[in-house]
């Protein structure tokens, strides 16, 4: 057999047995697989655009000159109280408001206010930034230059947008959320108005971290629900007439056994019907 006919009857035959192993890849039935059921917790969860809406004041400079700070970033001051002065004649500025005051700004503080949130859009959501000016100790400013912010630290807003598959929850209804890029801590939040058309829900905070002050927009999850039980992977469940199951060992083959579901996400779900250390089968290929 000449050298082209060899390569040709090779090339055949690996194609044929390459085609065969895909033809019994595709049509192979499924391996089960042991899997041990565990206590655990499930959170039902989705990830949306946030931002931070404040009940804040903007204190503009009268004169031009070096700033002389009186007072750190975050401090508490009453209405009235000398925050800074400016220029040779120490110039005073003083704080018209109580609350926080932070020298830093965006220019944004009237747009994202606690009195102006029925204006807020999708668009304004999507387009914050974190991207704030800080005034500094010594630093030259002239006439209408921003100084700094007085903030009210007992009232902070969110405005958080919901997508189309997710429920907008009802006026006065509360739930919790997290801030995946900060603490990770979990905030209760309480619902004090719906703008229907952007699908955005304004939550008011129960806690005002000092780390806000300086945010105005977030990524958030917003937590649903916590389950907590036996968990298992979504896939391990069957539905069935009599409900939803899961295949068990049995003498002979596996057994179908019904369980309630409570609650879970696109991956695990918590169940009743299982005890720790119970095995099901996964189906997969």
């Not at 655009?49 to 508490?76: H, M, P, T």
């Not at 829900?201 to 036996?230: A, C, K, Y």
């Not at 409900?243 to 918590?270: F, H, K, S, T």
Request: with cysteine; glycine share 8%.
């Amino acid at each position: 057999m000449s050298k082209p006919n060899k390569r040709n009857l090779f090339l055949f035959l690996f194609c044929s047995v390459l085609f065969l192993i895909i033809i019994i890849f595709i049509y192979s039935p499924p391996r089960e697989t042991i899997y041990v059921v565990q206590q655990g917790a499930v959170r039902e969860e989705f990830s949306t655009d946030a931002v931070f809406i404040r009940d804040e004041l903007i204190v503009k400079s009268q004169y031009s000159g070096q700033v002389n700070l009186l007072i750190g970033e975050g401090q508490r001051v009453r209405s009235g109280s000398p925050v800074l002065s400016v220029g040779e004649e120490n110039n005073l500025v003083y704080a018209f408001d109580t609350g926080v005051v932070s020298f830093k700004y965006d220019g944004k503080e009237e747009l994202y206010n606690s009195n102006n949130w029925s204006n807020l859009t999708r668009d304004l959501i999507t387009e914050a930034r974190n991207n704030f000016s800080t005034l500094r100790d010594g630093q030259r400013v002239g006439e209408e230059q921003p100084l700094f912010r007085v903030v009210n630290n007992f009232t902070l807003h969110l405005g958080i947008f919901f997508p189309p598959e997710q429920p907008i929850p009802s006026e006065g209804a509360s739930f919790r959320i997290e801030f995946p890029r900060l603490d990770r801590e979990i905030y209760w939040v309480q619902v004090v108005d719906v703008l229907f058309q952007d699908r955005i829900v304004i939550v008011q905070m129960r806690q005002f971290v000092d780390e806000f002050l300086s945010l105005r927009t977030q990524p958030v999850n917003v937590v649903r629900g916590i389950f907590r039980g036996v968990v298992v992977p979504r896939e391990a469940i069957l539905e069935t007439e009599d409900g939803y199951a899961v295949l068990v060992p049995g003498r002979q083959q596996p057994v179908q056994r019904i369980v309630e579901v409570r609650g879970g996400n696109e991956e695990m779900v918590v169940i009743e019907g299982l005890t720790p250390g119970d095995e099901i089968f996964l189906q997969q290929r």
